[in-house]
């Protein structure tokens, strides 16, 4: 696993600012989170790896300096990845009984 975040970072590093793109919202019911906004329910979507046919999604919690990369469907620390749209670069993540969703952040707005 530890390999596998190595390589996550090692891509998004890599990666040009200019390729993650802030896309409109598509769902007129729920709110998507800006990346250039400070998220109220304080998660943020930093990085997505491809593995193979899964993807890794790191999120990041604001109030505790916490990121945690995550598959698809699964659940640890209370956070679950219900799902994600490569397409759109938006995932739809559970937390207390809440469904968010949230939008890729490009690079330059990552907190420091």
Do not use: C
Not at 18 to 31: H, S, W
Request: no cysteine; net charge positive; glycine share 8%.
């Amino acid at each position: 696993m530890a390999f596998r975040i190595i390589i996550a970072l090692m891509v998004l590093v890599s990666a040009k600012a200019d390729a993650l793109q802030v896309l409109g919202t598509d769902a007129p019911f729920r709110r998507v989170i800006e990346s250039t906004e400070t998220p109220a329910n304080g998660l943020l979507l930093k990085g997505v790896f491809r593995l193979g046919d899964r993807h890794l999604l790191s999120i990041f919690e604001t109030g505790k300096g916490v990121a945690r990369w995550l598959a698809v469907g699964e659940e640890r620390a209370g956070l679950k990845i219900v799902a994600y749209d490569p397409t759109t670069q938006v995932a739809e993540v559970k937390r207390a009984g809440r469904t968010e969703r949230l939008r890729l952040t490009p690079a330059e707005n990552h907190p420091k």
